[in-house]
């Protein structure tokens, strides 16, 4: 009897010994668990607050930017307006009750005032100049002797955009002088020339600006 007796206390010691083992265990994986879960945590927020994360780009629409439009001399601009071989726009002023189409260039000055030069395109930054005919009749630029200073005319282009451009300065100078061509202006400035009514050799120079 006594020997069973020992043999279930020994049984009993080593299942003790088994269930606590087996607690270890299980108390030490769950630890490391719970360690791993704390670390990946706090890796993420670190992560999150570096400054130095890396930002990936987000892809864009594949729509190209605009390029932009290159840079023309005087030369450039004149010719590209000579090629266009149409009517480049309306001129029309108020005061001499005068609208007119303007050609692209002298080839049909009997008609129409006609596009001469410019310095950075039509309505554009820069000087252009008009030049036309003193029919003395009335037509044309046959009026241009009325204008002064605070007058107005508009110019529409070719392509729909309108300017008016306040007239302020006049005077009368030879056919040789073009000094007008290289004054300083960041705004549009037209020019509209003609000859007087006693000189075919000087010009009557109306030199308008847009604001």
Same mark, same amino acid.
């Given at each position: 009897?006594?020997?069973?007796? @020992?043999?279930?206390?020994?049984?009993?010691?080593?299942?003790?010994?088994?269930?606590?083992?087996?607690?270890?265990?299980?108390?030490?994986?769950?630890?490391?668990?719970?360690?791993?879960?704390?670390?990946?945590?706090?890796?993420?927020?670190?992560?999150?607050?570096?400054?130095?994360?890396?930002?990936? $780009?987000?892809?864009?629409?594949?729509?190209?930017?605009?390029?932009?439009?290159?840079?023309?001399?005087?030369?450039?601009?004149?010719?590209? %307006?000579?090629?266009?071989?149409?009517?480049?726009?309306?001129?029309?002023?108020?005061?001499?009750?005068?609208?007119? $189409?303007?050609?692209?260039?002298?080839?049909?000055?009997?008609?129409?005032?006609?596009?001469?030069?410019?310095?950075?395109?039509?309505?554009? @930054?820069?000087?252009?100049?008009?030049?036309?005919?003193? @029919?003395?009749?009335?037509?044309? =630029?046959?009026?241009? @002797?009325?204008?002064?200073?605070?007058?107005?005319?508009?110019?529409?282009? /070719?392509?729909?955009?309108?300017?008016?451009?306040? %007239? /302020?300065?006049?005077?009368?100078?030879?056919?040789?002088?073009?000094? =007008?061509?290289? %004054?300083?202006?960041?705004?549009?400035?037209?020019?509209?020339?003609?000859?007087?009514?006693?000189?075919?050799?000087?010009?009557?120079?109306?030199?308008?600006?847009?604001?």
């Amino acid at each position: 009897m006594k020997n069973n007796i @020992k043999y279930i206390l020994i049984i009993l010691f080593f299942i003790i010994i088994a269930i606590a083992i087996c607690l270890v265990v299980y108390f030490n994986l769950n630890k490391k668990e719970y360690v791993a879960n704390e670390v990946q945590q706090n890796v993420a927020v670190e992560e999150t607050t570096d400054e130095n994360v890396l930002v990936v $780009p987000v892809e864009g629409t594949g729509e190209k930017e605009p390029e932009p439009e290159p840079e023309k001399d005087a030369a450039a601009w004149t010719n590209e %307006i000579y090629n266009l071989n149409m009517e480049i726009g309306t001129l029309t002023i108020p005061k001499t009750n005068l609208t007119t $189409p303007i050609f692209c260039k002298q080839s049909k000055m009997e008609e129409m005032p006609c596009f001469l030069y410019t310095t950075g395109g039509l309505n554009r @930054k820069g000087v252009t100049l008009i030049t036309g005919h003193n @029919k003395r009749n009335g037509k044309l =630029f046959s009026n241009n @002797k009325k204008l002064e200073e605070g007058d107005e005319f508009t110019f529409k282009d /070719y392509e729909g955009k309108e300017l008016k451009y306040t %007239i /302020y300065s006049k005077y009368i100078t030879k056919d040789t002088d073009t000094s =007008f061509l290289s %004054i300083e202006t960041d705004k549009p400035v037209m020019v509209l020339s003609c000859c007087t009514d006693a000189n075919n050799d000087d010009r009557i120079i109306v030199m308008g600006r847009a604001e």
